[in-house]
């Protein structure tokens, strides 16, 4: 008779164990979906910042190429110019010294204003990256 109770007490401890590994494992599943959940809104909030990211690139390659054209339209320009310099007075040429040195401290400003702008862009990006970093 002494081992039958044993054998109950070991019967019941067994159910009790098992009713706590199934409550913990229900509880898993539980966290686990929540995790999961998590997971896919932080990959879709990823997914817009690299979306947005990319088409920041794209707007600064517009504008790098509009810089390249007026660039290269500037230089074109500027030859055209130096000819006529070459054929002008001193007063002439000095007249064109000036103008070539506003219209590169004009590129430098808007040069340096572009990245600006493109420096704000990329601290924001990576602010966000440290937020989801963190919230992982």
């Not at 494992?25 to 997971?39: H, M, Y």
């Not at 909030?45 to 990211?53: A, P, S």
């Amino acid at each position: 008779q002494v081992s039958q109770n044993e054998l109950n007490w070991f019967h019941q401890d067994s159910e009790t164990q098992m009713k706590k590994w199934q409550q913990e494992k229900k509880e898993n599943r539980e966290n686990l979906k929540a995790l999961k959940g998590t997971i896919k809104k932080h990959s879709d909030t990823n997914e817009r910042y690299l979306k947005t990211i990319d088409d920041k690139k794209k707007q600064y390659n517009v504008c790098l190429n509009t810089f390249l054209e007026t660039s290269n339209k500037f230089a074109s320009e500027k030859g055209k110019l130096e000819e006529l310099i070459k054929k002008s007075q001193s007063d002439s040429q000095e007249c064109e010294k000036r103008a070539v040195k506003a219209e590169v401290s004009v590129l430098q400003t808007w040069k340096e204003t572009e990245v600006w702008k493109l420096k704000g862009t990329i601290a924001k990006a990576e602010g966000n990256l440290r937020m989801l970093k963190a919230q992982n």
